[in-house]
């Protein structure tokens, strides 16, 4: 297959990541609308907003692993229908349960997608070119968490929170068609073995030594990222007294600037960094809890959305580097269920600490101490366990790869 058609499949699957956030994202900006139509308390919306991620954790994990047993085109194609038709029924709630049971669901529709789009790389791209690619994903969904800040704000402000749901839902279908057009004859695995399906073993991956780092680390970038980035739509609105689409703008601007440099890092990566990308992961654990720290003092909203765009670029590289330790360091046919597990434990952040958070703020009358101090803390006992990270050169990995396969 052609580069040209390589990177034509990733841009059209950077859209649907894109997309993919949103949607995620959506119900987070919408909390302040939603909560007043229904009445709801911080602490319902923050069960509204983890209810999502209970069922996305467990797909992630499952989903990893279809998409290693069939190949991420398919799964990719499918689940992006899927999440997209629950994207449109979200809009339809009518109370707290109803709204519960469709962002259940809607997780499990949308919690494959993750992993699928890291395996996409893989299969598209030689072990030592994949951070690039994978930092073009990455960027991509933080550019979705960022422009569909906006974007929703401003349906929302114009047409209502329910309209918002709906287009989405349509771009969502177009997408899926979309990609399982460009991606006719995409084959597998790049480095090694056949095309058929392969046997899979979940227990490989904790076999896996480095899986024991990503776990923990993930789960610190998910707080930052589904936990604190959950409440910073209502920070901004209630402590700070921002208007609706002001709101939407001071929540954008960080993930957009995170996505850019999330773009360059992959170069980085790739180009200086192979083998030594624990130095990242510690620097940008560092560098996020240092910042996340300056925003909750920050004695104006313009040097808090300057502190926050530093925060959230740094947290956005963490996740994207430990990601992309898995489908550099993995063996090919673990990569899916590696990226699952992963991604599932972000995600598992996003079940507990939404939850937690307006649990809190509830019960101190909105005092948000508590919520930045347990992401910092978080995110500097990242920083140790980054620095015992140890990998294999790609040569290595690519070596182990065919090794494994004609086993």
Not at 54 to 73: E, K, P
Not at 119 to 136: G, M, N, Q, Y
Not at 227 to 245: A, C, F
Not at 351 to 375: D, E, H
């Amino acid at each position: 297959m052609s580069t040209k058609r390589k990177w034509t499949i990733l841009v059209v699957m950077a859209l649907m990541t894109t997309l993919s956030q949103f949607d995620k994202n959506a119900i987070s900006v919408a909390a302040v609308p939603i909560s007043k139509e229904f009445g709801f308390s911080p602490a319902e919306m923050g069960v509204i907003i983890s209810c999502f991620f209970i069922s996305y954790t467990a797909m992630n994990l499952v989903g990893g692993y279809i998409a290693d047993m069939y190949g991420a085109r398919k799964v990719a194609a499918v689940v992006t229908a899927l999440f997209s038709v629950f994207t449109g029924v979200t809009g339809l709630a009518w109370s707290f349960y109803s709204l519960l049971a469709i962002r259940f669901v809607f997780g499990a529709a949308e919690g494959a997608f993750p992993p699928t789009n890291s395996l996409i790389v893989a299969e598209l791209f030689p072990v030592e070119k994949r951070a690039f690619p994978k930092s073009f994903i990455t960027g991509s969904s933080a550019a979705g968490i960022g422009l569909g800040a906006i974007a929703i704000t401003m349906i929302t402000h114009y047409f209502g929170w329910r309209n918002a749901f709906g287009i989405y839902c349509l771009i969502g279908f177009a997408l899926s068609g979309l990609f399982f057009y460009v991606s006719r004859g995409m084959k597998r695995p790049v480095c090694g073995g056949n095309e058929q399906k392969q046997s899979v073993s979940v227990k490989e991956v904790f076999k896996v030594p480095l899986i024991w780092r990503i776990i923990p680390i993930q789960f610190a970038g998910g707080a930052f990222m589904w936990g604190l980035n959950s409440w910073m739509p209502s920070y901004w609105m209630n402590v700070k007294g921002l208007k609706l689409v002001a709101m939407g703008f001071a929540a954008a601007i960080p993930n957009v600037v995170s996505a850019l440099s999330i773009l360059c890092m992959g170069y980085i990566l790739d180009k200086y960094l192979a083998g030594r990308e624990k130095w990242a992961i510690a620097t940008a654990a560092a560098v996020a809890a240092l910042f996340t720290y300056l925003t909750f003092i920050a004695p104006s909203v313009t040097m808090g959305v300057v502190y926050m765009t530093v925060a959230s670029t740094s947290a956005g590289i963490l996740i994207q580097t430990n990601l992309i330790c898995v489908i550099k360091y993995f063996p090919q046919n673990t990569i899916g269920a590696g990226a699952g597990i992963g991604n599932g434990s972000s995600q598992l952040a996003g079940i507990v600490t939404p939850a937690l958070m307006g649990y809190i703020l509830t019960v101190t009358g909105g005092n948000y101490t508590a919520v930045f101090g347990s992401v910092i803390l978080m995110l500097f006992i990242s920083i140790f366990i980054a620095l015992t990270i140890k990998t294999r050169v790609p040569e290595q990995v690519c070596k182990l790869d065919s090794a494994h396969n004609q086993t």
